[in-house]
C-alpha cells in the first residue's frame, strides 16, 4: 500500500481497532479450534472474542500451516482486513538449530555470524515469521546470569557493535526492508547484562556514563543498521523501569539515536512496573508506558484493559496513540502483508529446506569455527584415528545439546557424539559409557519443577550413580585415552536460570576425580550456556574443548576438531573466572588505584584466590603455533586528522594450515576519567598455511580514541596512548604513541 493509503486506514479504524494494534498475545491459542480465551494466558488479559480479532500481533506460532489457518481465521473476522504481524523468538536456529549466540560471537568472524543468521532466517521465513526477536546485544560481565548464553558481543562493547549489525543486515537485508525480509527486534533495551549479582530480572543501577561507554554501543549499531524494532527490558535503568522511562525511550532512543521503529515491551513488562513499585496499578502502568513511548504490550494486560479508558478519558492522546497504531501499520506494509497476509509462510519450502542437507552441511561447518580449544597439552589433539577411545560422560550419547532457545525444534533427530565418533573411527574403536547423569535427581527436579514440569524419579539413584562410576572405570582401563563429554544441562542456562554454583555439576567432577585415578590422558569436552569455572577440572585433564550448546551438527562439528579434520580457531568472548566469587570479571576493567603487584597486601585482589581471570577474553588455541613479531607504528605521534597504520607479522610455526584471530587493544593512559586496562579495538582473522608468515595491518583513527567525559562528551583527549596486538587480551606486544 502506498503511505497515504496506511494514513486512509488509521482514519477507519475505531479506538478499539486500534488499541488492538498496540496488543501482542501468545499464539497457541489462536491454535485451538476455537480460541479459548476463558483459560489459559488468555483469560488473564480479559481479552473479549471480539478485542482478539483485532490483536495486531502474536508470538511464538511459527509454521506455514498455522500461519494460513490463523491468519485466515483472524481476516474473516477482522473489519478492515488488517493482517497479524507474527513475531517469533528464531535466536540461533528455527529448525536447523545453530550454537547459541555466545559461541556464534567465538568466531570472532562476521561471516560466521552472518551466515548463521541468515540460515536461521530463511528457515524462520518461510515457516511465516515476519519479526524476529533478535539479536539479544546486551553487555554480559557475569557468567552467573543465565542469559550471557544470547548475547552475541557478550564481554565487549566494540564485538556487541560489529555482530548487531551483522544479524540485523542479515535478517532485514542491507537496504530498505522489504516483503522477502524478516524485521529484526534488537534487544532487551537497555543494559539487562548488568543485573546486580547476576541474577535475572534484578536491578541495573550504573552512571549515564558507564551506560553510554559500554551498554548503548550495541543497541545504536543495530539501530543504525536500520532495526525496525527494539524490546524494552525488565530491569530498571536509572531508578525507572525500561517500559516506562521517558529519558530512555523518548529522550535517548527517539530523539537522540532517531529511532523510528516500533519498541514493545518485553514478555508482561509493563504490568510489572507495578511490582516494581512505580505504576499504582494496571492503568496507571498503561499510562506511564504510551506516555514513556511502549508501541506494543507484549502479553500484559495494561493496554487491553485500560488504553481505551485512557483515551476516552483524555489522559492520553488519540494523537499518541495514533503514533504507535501507524508505526505497526507501517511495519505490516513495509513486510508486504496487506497485499499478501502469508508473508514468506511456503509450506513447499519448508519440506526442501528445513533441517536439509545443506542447511545441516552449512550447520556443521559453522559449527567447527565456535568451539574453544582451551587447554591441549602437549598436542595431544587432535586424536590419532587408531586410538582405543573411551567416550564417557552424560553427553557422550545424549541430543540435549541445542541450548534454551531451541524452542522450534523440539524432538528433531541429531547424532549423538558417540554416534559421530564411531562413524568417524569405527564403533570397535569407541568404548562407550555414560559415566553419570548429568545432574543428581534433586537438582534436575528443582529445574522441571520450576518450569510446571512433573518431577521424575531416577529409580535406585545412588546405587547407579556407583555403578555408572565403575562402569565407566572398567571401560577407560581397556583404552588408550578418555574423551569426557561434561556439561552443565541445558536448562541451567538461558532466562531465568541465573546460578550462584558455576561449576561442573558435582556428580560429573566426581566420575572425573575416579577417571583421573587411572592415570590415563583424558581429554574433555564441556558443554555450557555460560563460561564455567573448570579450574578443578582443567588442571584433572590434558585438553579442554569448549562447545557451549553447539545445536544439531554439534556432535559432527566436534568430531571434526577432536579428530583434527577442521582446526579450531574460536576464541573466548567472556572471561572464564577462576571462581564464581570473582563475578563480575572482564577484560576490560580499571586499574584502580592499588593495582595487584606480587603478593603485597594493600592492593585490590582476593586473599584466597588469583585475581585475573581463568581464561581471558580473547582467548583460545589452535593446532597450529602462531608467532607474533615486528609490531611496529608509522609513526608516533597522530593529530585528529591522521591516523597510525599498525603492522605486525604473524606467522604460522607449524605444519598445520589454520586461522588466527588477530586482537588490537588501546589503552588511554591518562584521561579526565579512568580508562580501561585495554579495549579492543579491532580484530581480523587471518589464515596461514604451514610455515606462512603475513604482515596485518590495522589503521588507528581518532575515532577509536574518543570516549564519553565526565560532561557526557563523547571526545578524544591528547596523551599518552598504549596499543596491544596479540593472540588473545593478555598475550601481546605492545606499542605506543602520543595523540596531540
Ligand atoms: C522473554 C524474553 C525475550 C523474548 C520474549 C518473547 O521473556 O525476555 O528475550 O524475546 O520473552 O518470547
Same mark, same amino acid.
Given at each position: ?50 478485542? &482478539? ?28 482486513? =488488517? ?14 538449530? &545453530? ?71 542479515? %535478517? ?52 543504525? @543498521? ?37 519498541? =514493545? @515491551? ?11 513499585g512505580v505504576s499504582i496499578d494496571s492503568k496507571d502502568a498503561a499510562y506511564k508506558a504510551i506516555t514513556a513511548g511502549v508501541d506494543i504490550d507484549m502479553m500484559s494486560r495494561a493496554y487491553s484493559n485500560n488504553l481505551k479508558n485512557l483515551v476516552k478519558e483524555g489522559k492520553v492522546s488519540e494523537e499518541l496513540l495514533d503514533e504507535s497504531v501507524l508505526r505497526v501499520l507501517q ?26 542437507? $545443506? ?67 569405527g564403533k570397535d574403536n569407541i568404548l562407550y559409557s555414560k559415566g553419570s547423569e548429568i545432574l543428581k535427581e534433586k537438582d534436575i527436579n528443582r529445574i522441571l519443577l520450576a518450569d510446571g514440569k512433573k518431577p521424575i524419579h531416577l529409580e535406585n539413584e545412588e546405587e547407579n550413580e556407583k555403578k555408572y562410576v565403575k562402569e565407566a572405570i572398567e571401560t577407560a582401563k581397556n583404552s ?33 576425580? $575416579?577417571?583421573? *585415578? ?9 558443554? @555450557? ?36 579434520? =577442521? ?19 572482564? %577484560? ?15 592492593? !585490590?585482589? %582476593? ?5 585475573? !581471570? ?14 607474533? @613479531? ?5 609513526? *608516533?605521534?597522530?593529530?585528529?586528522? !591522521?591516523? =597510525? ?26 584521561? !579526565? ?6 579495549? &579492543? ?60
Amino acid at each position: 500500500m502506498k503511505q497515504e493509503q496506511v494514513l486512509e486506514l488509521l482514519k477507519q479504524m475505531t479506538l478499539g481497532e486500534k488499541v488492538g494494534q498496540l496488543i501482542q498475545v501468545l499464539g497457541e491459542d489462536f491454535l485451538r479450534d476455537n480460541v479459548d480465551i476463558t483459560t489459559g494466558p488468555l483469560r488473564e488479559l480479559n481479552l473479549s472474542n471480539e478485542d &482478539l480479532y483485532n490483536v495486531g500481533s502474536i508470538l511464538n506460532v511459527v509454521g506455514s500451516e498455522n500461519i494460513r489457518k490463523i491468519q485466515d481465521e483472524y481476516l474473516a473476522k477482522n473489519r478492515l482486513k =488488517i493482517p497479524l504481524l507474527f513475531m517469533a523468538d528464531i535466536i540461533n536456529g528455527y529448525k536447523t538449530v &545453530l550454537p547459541i549466540p555466545i559461541a556464534q560471537g567465538c568466531s570472532w568472524d562476521t561471516n560466521i555470524v552472518y551466515d548463521c543468521a541468515k540460515l536461521s532466517i530463511e528457515e524462520g521465513k518461510v515457516a511465516g515469521a515476519n519479526v524476529n526477536f533478535s539479536p539479544m546485544v546486551d553487555l554480559v560481565r557475569d557468567a552467573r546470569w543465565g542469559r550471557v548464553m544470547e548475547s552475541i558481543g557478550a564481554e565487549d562493547p566494540y564485538l556487541g557493535e560489529v555482530f548487531a549489525k551483522t544479524i540485523v543486515q542479515a %535478517y532485514q537485508g542491507k537496504d530498505e526492508l522489504n516483503s522477502k525480509n524478516v524485521a529484526a527486534c534488537v534487544k532487551h533495551f537497555a543494559a539487562y547484562g548488568a543485573v546486580e549479582a547476576g541474577r535475572d530480572y534484578n536491578t541495573v543501577d550504573m552512571s549515564e556514563r558507564e551506560f553510554r561507554q559500554y551498554y548503548l554501543p550495541a543497541y545504536k549499531s543495530a539501530i543504525d @543498521s536500520g532495526a525496525k524494532m527494539i524490546m524494552t527490558s525488565f530491569n530498571t535503568v536509572n531508578g525507572i523501569p525500561s517500559s516506562v522511562n521517558k529519558w530512555l525511550l523518548r529522550d535517548l532512543l527517539r530523539k537522540e539515536l532517531g529511532f523510528k521503529g516500533i519498541i =514493545i @515491551s518485553d514478555f508482561s513488562a509493563i504490568e510489572e512496573t507495578i511490582a516494581h513499585g512505580v505504576s499504582i496499578d494496571s492503568k496507571d502502568a498503561a499510562y506511564k508506558a504510551i506516555t514513556a513511548g511502549v508501541d506494543i504490550d507484549m502479553m500484559s494486560r495494561a493496554y487491553s484493559n485500560n488504553l481505551k479508558n485512557l483515551v476516552k478519558e483524555g489522559k492520553v492522546s488519540e494523537e499518541l496513540l495514533d503514533e504507535s497504531v501507524l508505526r505497526v501499520l507501517q511495519l505490516k506494509n513495509e513486510l508486504g502483508l496487506f497485499e499478501n497476509p502469508y508473508g514468506n509462510a511456503n509450506a513447499e519450502a519448508e519440506k526442501r529446506i528445513l533441517m536439509s542437507k $545443506e542447511n545441516l552441511n552449512k550447520a556443521r561447518k559453522l559449527t567447527a569455527d565456535t568451539l574453544v580449544l582451551l587447554k591441549n597439552e602437549n598436542n595431544i589433539l587432535p586424536l590419532k584415528k587408531c586410538n582405543k577411545i573411551a567416550l564417557i560422560g552424560p553427553y557422550a550419547d545424549n541430543i540435549g545439546i541445542l541450548g534454551s532457545w531451541s524452542i522450534f525444534s523440539e524432538g528433531v533427530k541429531i547424532p549423538t557424539l558417540k554416534e559421530t565418533f564411531e562413524n568417524k573411527v569405527g564403533k570397535d574403536n569407541i568404548l562407550y559409557s555414560k559415566g553419570s547423569e548429568i545432574l543428581k535427581e534433586k537438582d534436575i527436579n528443582r529445574i522441571l519443577l520450576a518450569d510446571g514440569k512433573k518431577p521424575i524419579h531416577l529409580e535406585n539413584e545412588e546405587e547407579n550413580e556407583k555403578k555408572y562410576v565403575k562402569e565407566a572405570i572398567e571401560t577407560a582401563k581397556n583404552s588408550d585415552i578418555i574423551i569426557l563429554a561434561i556439561g552443565e544441562h541445558y536448562k541451567q542456562s538461558g532466562e531465568a536460570c541465573s546460578r550462584a554454583n558455576i561449576e561442573i555439576p558435582r556428580i560429573q567432577q566426581n566420575l572425573l576425580n $575416579e577417571l583421573s *585415578k587411572l592415570n590415563k590422558k583424558i581429554v574433555a569436552i564441556v558443554f @555450557s550456556g555460560r563460561p564455567l569455572v573448570l579450574k578443578d577440572i582443567s588442571e584433572k585433564v590434558n585438553a579442554v574443548l569448549e562447545v557451549w550448546f553447539p545445536g544439531v551438527e554439534g556432535a559432527n562439528a566436534i568430531t571434526d576438531v577432536i579428530f583434527g579434520d =577442521i582446526n579450531p580457531s574460536a576464541k573466548l568472548t567472556m572471561s572464564f573466572p577462576q571462581d564464581a566469587g570473582q563475578c563480575p570479571i572482564y %577484560y576490560n576493567h580499571y586499574n584502580t588505584g592499588r593495582p595487584q603487584r606480587g603478593d603485597f597486601r594493600f592492593v !585490590s585482589r %582476593y586473599q584466597d584466590i588469583p585475581t585475573e !581471570s581463568y581464561y581471558p577474553f580473547g582467548y583460545g588455541l589452535s593446532y597450529s603455533k602462531f608467532i607474533y @613479531s615486528d609490531l611496529k607504528i608509522s609513526n *608516533k605521534k597522530m593529530s585528529k586528522d !591522521s591516523k =597510525i597504520i599498525v603492522a605486525v607479522k604473524v606467522k604460522n610455526d607449524s605444519n598445520v594450515e589454520g586461522a588466527e584471530v588477530v586482537e588490537l587493544y588501546i589503552q588511554d593512559l591518562v584521561a !579526565s576519567v579512568v580508562r580501561p586496562v585495554r579495549e &579492543l579495538k579491532a580484530f581480523t582473522k587471518v589464515h596461514l598455511s604451514a610455515f606462512e608468515e603475513k604482515t596485518i595491518e590495522f589503521e588507528i583513527t581518532v575515532e577509536m580514541l574518543k570516549f564519553w567525559n565526565e560532561k557526557l562528551e563523547y571526545k578524544a583527549e591528547s596523551g599518552k596512548f598504549k596499543i596491544f596486538v596479540g593472540t588473545n587480551s593478555k598475550d601481546t606486544l605492545e606499542e605506543v604513541f602520543e595523540y596531540e
